[in-house]
């Protein structure tokens, strides 16, 4: 089975910066796209960013310029790197993760709170 554990999460102030890593963690682990999705009390969960494996990425409109995805494969890592953070972006923050053959795993999510 493989784990993903989210870590970064936490409070910050208005226009500040954080990054967060997510590491999976397994018997014969392989990441293939992974990605980080948001869920804000009362909203849909929904995608931040994506990477595939060659390093390709996708931002959800509202982080364009702001958030910046990028992986380690070698540490079966993934970073989000914020900055010029909102209210807005105050969400419990979810990793994901393709994995080899066809699975997926989820993190458990660290909580983001971001303050005026």
């Known amino acids: 089975q493989v784990q993903l554990v989210e870590s970064g999460g936490g409070l910050v102030q208005a226009g500040g910066s954080l990054t967060l890593s997510c590491v999976a963690s397994g018997n014969s682990v392989r990441t293939n796209d992974m990605a980080w999705y948001r869920q804000a009390p009362g909203k849909q969960r929904e995608l931040v960013a994506a990477?595939?494996?060659?390093?390709?990425?996708n931002y959800a409109d509202p982080v364009k310029g702001r958030f910046t995805i990028s992986r380690d494969n070698a540490k079966n890592t993934v970073y989000l790197q914020m900055s010029s953070l909102k209210p807005e972006d105050t969400a419990v923050y979810y990793c994901?993760?393709?994995?080899?053959?066809?699975?997926?795993?989820w993190g458990q999510g660290t909580q983001v709170i971001v303050s005026s």
């Open positions: 994901y993760a393709d994995l080899w053959g066809g699975s997926h795993a």
């Open positions: 990477i595939t494996r060659g390093a390709r990425t």
